[in-house]
């Protein structure tokens, strides 16, 4: 693949912070950046998107930040407060994320800002026109920018660009409740390839589309699109298999396993970000259900809960923060002795050498999302385990339930199943244990996050030739 690659994220795969008086710009490490810095090297591309927060910075700071930037081939997009909390906070966070996980409860009784989401999805749109070269390939990412696909086509009428959606298509009857569905759907319709994690939510956008538009994708997938045709796709992210079991291997990180493994205790692990979708609430309620259920665990199983802060000037979070911190007080209060915590909450990120000696700790990592895009924690931990052996418990409602059934899948809303589950888990022979790990690892081994670009970028670059 030759042509140059324009990748369009919300925020650029980057971290500014000031050291010492002079802002340092560091690549962020994460399932997106992994997957598309390949690429972008490869084809001498550009990478477009928010660097975060940089409006503190002195003139002279920010000078330096762009010439940082420059380096790595970044561009900037800006955004003021207002843009941060309307189009960022409000639309994005407070009412396109819930909708996307089916949480209609979780959101505000007003909105505003769809006109400050336009206004800066159009930024990014003129961003990318201004850079575009006859040839390049786009490719924009996720919900923030639903509406640069069109906006796009607009500008640069036979560019070829490809949108994928990292989160759930939800339902068309949650999605209904948007007042602008059709403005939505016409925005992500302005791409050539547009993907989805999985059949499910490539589904519920083509039952949309059939529903708004009366428009039918044949059976390549293809769909007659005013003059054009979009073809829609799906294209299970993945991570870096062979770098995470490399990692997993190194001396710290053996060093770091040995310290939180026991033999007299059972380790249970939990990593999320801390957002409502991600089963916390419920995944502690299976515990807690489990030492009822099974009482010879008391004592002998903790649960390492890492929750990492997000989102925290959005409502919804707030209070979830709360109502989480709340849970875990109550069932230590209730359960714990003189000698032992069932549940250890840590509510802040951790560093990566201490995540990856969590995963090779675990005796049964709990992934139990109430909705989940994908999940990368699910893939990384098999990843990890170059012991072959540690048992995943997986949502049934997470993406990467359609790959790993060699899991134990359960339905989160169900706790006393998922207590049995872990239960189940904790007491399954170390054959079984095995097997079905060799079997996670060879999955996660055989489509990497290198695959699942490469197999996005391949099918979109052969989707029109030059005109
Ligand atoms: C969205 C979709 C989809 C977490 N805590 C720490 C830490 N992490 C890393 C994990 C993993 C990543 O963060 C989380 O990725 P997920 O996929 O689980 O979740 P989202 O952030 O919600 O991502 C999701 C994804 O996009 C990709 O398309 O799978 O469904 O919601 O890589 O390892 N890393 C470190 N410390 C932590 O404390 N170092």
Not at 110 to 135: I, K, L, P
Request: proline share 6%; aromatic share 8%.
């Amino acid at each position: 693949m030759d042509a140059r690659l324009l990748i369009v994220s919300n925020r650029l795969p980057v971290t500014v912070t000031v050291e010492g008086g002079h802002p340092v710009v560091c690549p962020s490490v994460g399932g997106l950046a992994t997957g598309l810095q390949a690429p972008h090297d490869r084809s001498g591309g550009l990478w477009i998107g928010w660097p975060g927060a940089v409006e503190g910075l002195t003139p002279e700071m920010r000078a330096d930040v762009d010439r940082q930037l420059d380096a790595m081939r970044a561009i900037p997009i800006c955004l003021s407060d207002r843009e941060v909390t309307l189009f960022y906070e409000q639309v994005s966070n407070a009412v396109l994320w819930p909708i996307c996980h089916d949480r209609i409860d979780r959101l505000p009784l007003h909105v505003e800002g769809w006109d400050v989401y336009e206004s800066v999805n159009a930024r990014f749109a003129d961003a990318v026109a201004e850079h575009y070269r006859a040839g390049d390939l786009v490719w924009v990412h996720d919900y923030q920018l639903l509406r640069v696909p069109a906006l796009l086509r607009e500008r640069i009428p036979d560019a070829r660009i490809g949108f994928f959606l990292h989160v759930p298509f939800p339902n068309p009857e949650i999605f209904f409740t948007l007042p602008n569905r059709h403005w939505l759907v016409e925005g992500m319709m302005g791409a050539d390839l547009v993907g989805f994690h999985t059949r499910r939510y490539h589904g519920h956008f083509r039952a949309a589309l059939r529903r708004l538009f009366s428009v039918e994708a044949d059976n390549t997938g293809t769909v007659r699109w005013r003059s054009r045709r979009v073809k829609l796709g799906v294209f299970p992210i993945s991570i870096d298999a062979a770098d995470f079991a490399s990692r997993a291997a190194a001396p710290e990180v053996t060093r770091k396993t040995k310290e939180y493994t026991s033999s007299s205790m059972k380790l249970l692990v939990g990593i999320d970000r801390l957002d409502y979708s991600k089963g916390i609430p419920r995944r502690l309620m299976a515990l807690k259900r489990l030492l009822a259920l099974h009482p010879e665990w008391r004592e002998r199983v903790r649960l390492i809960q890492v929750a990492v802060p997000t989102r925290d000037r959005v409502d919804a979070y707030r209070r979830f923060r709360r109502e989480v911190s709340s849970l875990v007080g109550q069932i230590n209060g209730e359960l714990a002795s003189p000698t032992w915590t069932p549940i250890q909450y840590i509510h802040r990120s951790i560093p990566s050498d201490v995540l990856l000696a969590l995963y090779r700790a675990a005796d049964v990592m709990l992934v139990t999302p109430l909705r989940d895009g994908m999940n990368l924690v699910a893939k990384e931990f098999p990843a990890a385990r170059i012991d072959d052996d540690g048992v995943l418990i997986l949502s049934e409602f997470a993406g990467a339930a359609d790959e790993l059934t060699d899991a134990i899948l359960v339905n989160p809303y169900d706790v006393d199943a998922t207590a049995e589950a872990i239960h189940r888990a904790l007491t399954m022979e170390a054959g079984e244990r095995q097997h079905r790990m060799k079997r996670l690892r060879q999955t996660v081994q055989a489509f990497d996050v290198h695959r699942w670009a490469s197999t996005f970028l391949e099918e979109l670059a052969g989707m029109k030739n030059e005109e």
